[in-house]
T-cell receptor, first 114, second 111 residues
Framework: DTAVSQTPKYLVTQMGNDKSIKCEQNLGHDTMYWYKQDSKKFLKIMFSYNNKELIINETVPNRFSPKSPDKAHLNLHINSLELGDSAVYFC?????????????FGPGTRLTVT | LAKTTQPISMDSYEGQEVNITCSHNNIATNDYITWYQQFPSQGPRFIIQGYKTKVTNEVASLFIPADRKSSTLSLPRVSLSDTAVYYCLVGLDNYGQNFVFGPGTRLSVLP
């Protein structure tokens, strides 16, 4: 069984479009995260949700919005896509909310904006 | 924010022990030190975590000196499959700070 899954794995779209990336975890964890890994391979957190509450909200453009229908899902919606949004987006989950918890990452979604 | 510094890359040969050191001079009292491994086209995978002294699991050891301003990940007898990027992450408390992985160390294991 896949612990953290993301769909789609690849997403190619044009500037200005709106897209969503879905994430699901079957580990029973309380916290889920979204990370962005850019072309230089820097991995930076964007959001995290704990029990459907946003607890870390990085200084990302408000075109990005996380949506969590329940604690097993954290979807990422992106409005008005820009070229600079091209990156690999990783979803992750952990039992703890802080640095004391191991995070389990999904396989990533490679987003290409043309 | 506890910034980390690691070597950009390292080379090793199969069967050798590899030590990767991470500097985190402004680590906070509540911060844990965590190491992740990432293969191409995959998400990072947890390797080991510690707070002080030494931690060992079936994969690696983590050495943390008393001042906690650095840490060393030790991989015993590496194989070709250990070729990956290794990230040192200094985790934070629950309120409002960043999880910043840093550029990581690209380890190449040669035959």
């Amino acid at each position: 069984d896949t612990a953290v899954s993301q769909t789609p794995k690849y997403l190619v779209t044009q500037m200005g479009n709106d897209k969503s990336i879905k994430c699901e975890q079957n580990l029973g964890h309380d916290t889920m995260y979204w990370y962005k890994q850019d072309s230089k391979k820097f991995l930076k957190i964007m959001f995290s949700y704990n029990n459907k509450e946003l607890i870390i909200n990085e200084t990302v453009p408000n075109r990005f919005s996380p949506k969590s229908p329940d604690k097993a899902h954290l979807n990422l919606h992106i409005n008005s896509l820009e070229l600079g949004d091209s990156a690999v987006y990783f979803c992750a989950s952990s039992q703890d909310t802080g640095g004391g918890g191991e995070q389990y990452f999904g396989p990533g979604t490679r987003l290409t904006v043309t | 924010l506890a910034k980390t510094t690691q070597p950009i890359s390292m080379d090793s040969y199969e069967g050798q022990e590899v030590n990767i050191t991470c500097s985190h001079n402004n680590i906070a009292t509540n911060d844990y030190i965590t190491w992740y491994q990432q293969f191409p086209s995959q998400g990072p995978r947890f390797i080991i975590q510690g707070y002080k002294t030494k931690v060992t699991n079936e994969v690696a050891s983590l050495f943390i000196p008393a001042d906690r301003k650095s840490s060393t990940l030790s991989l015993p007898r590496v194989s070709l499959s250990d070729t990956a990027v290794y990230y040192c992450l200094v985790g934070l408390d629950n309120y409002g700070q960043n999880f910043v992985f840093g550029p990581g160390t690209r380890l190449s294991v040669l035959p």
